[in-house]
């Protein structure tokens, strides 16, 4: 191929990618500069601990992401309805792993399907084996998430069960974008904190196994589970992780 023509190619990929980088960059700053939905506010402060826990300032940015999210990403009801309450929820369900992190958006989701209910490792919502309440996509289905929209809403029901689908499936997600779910978020833990986050991990499990753990059960089936139920239970619970599990 002609050496021009190589030049011209890379060139023009170059700007294109530089284009849309900036072109996000100035939408997603006039989302964050935009007026936030006063009803959103409300609807939170009812049904979202976390929020209601934040001082005024930390709110309005709380908010401002809800929109930047719901924004960026889709959400898509499979053979079921939702309302925009529920969009609320995937969107709550997001920021609150990662709001001490401002700016992180997920850029390795694209899409949620919100499911009617369990659902199997085949996405059936018919049959048996129907046990899966959240997942993270693979495969055909990267950049993907499923949550079955009954355990969504039952996550923000209940403020002291430990159990969130929409925070645990999202934890996944975040310790995905290194390119292993493996329990070690590698862009957020510090390479210093790795080797004792790992030891405690294998010492809470080992208290699991033994019936001498409030740690959901679940958390033992390996790091990555391990690592999205004791988040759950953080922002669920956090003082009472604190006083439990100070380590």
């Known amino acids: 191929m002609n050496i021009f023509i190589v030049v011209v190619l890379v060139v023009g990929t170059f700007l294109l990618v530089y284009f849309n980088i900036n072109l996000r960059k100035i939408k997603r700053n006039k989302l964050l500069e935009a007026p936030t ?27 401002q992401w809800v929109n930047v999210f719901l924004n960026e990403k889709r959400i898509t009801p499979i053979e079921t309805t939702i309302t925009e309450e529920d969009r609320l929820l995937v969107a709550a369900s997001a920021i ?24 199997d490792a085949n996405y059936s919502l018919e049959g048996d084996g129907r046990n899966i309440l ?13 949550l079955a929209l009954s355990a969504l809403r039952y996550g923000y029901k209940n403020d002291n069960d430990k159990h969130n689908v929409g925070i645990h499936e999202f934890i996944h997600l975040l310790d995905k974008q290194d390119g292993e779910t493996d329990g070690l978020p590698k ?27 409030d740690i959901n059960p679940y958390g033992a089936t390996n790091r990555a589970e391990f690592l999205a139920v004791i988040g759950e239970y953080f922002f669920e619970s956090p003082e009472v992780l604190k006083k439990k599990h100070p380590e």
């Not at 006063?38 to 929020?51: A, G, I, Y």
């Not at 609150?96 to 919100?114: D, G, Q, R």
């Not at 959240?134 to 499923?146: A, L, S």
């Open 37 to 63: 939905n006063p009803k959103w506010k409300s609807f939170f402060e009812l049904n979202v601990t976390f929020f209601k826990s934040l001082d005024d300032n930390q709110k309005e940015v709380f908010l």
């Open 96 to 119: 609150i792993p990662v709001f001490a992190f401002p700016y992180y958006t997920y850029p390795n989701l694209k899409e949620v399907l919100i499911y009617p209910h369990h659902f």
């Open 134 to 146: 959240g997942m993270v996509g693979t495969g055909p289905m990267e950049g993907k998430m499923i």
């Open 187 to 213: 862009i957020l833990l510090e390479n210093k904190m790795i080797a004792p986050w790992i030891e405690i991990v294998h010492k809470e499990t080992e208290h699991i196994f033994k019936h001498k753990s």
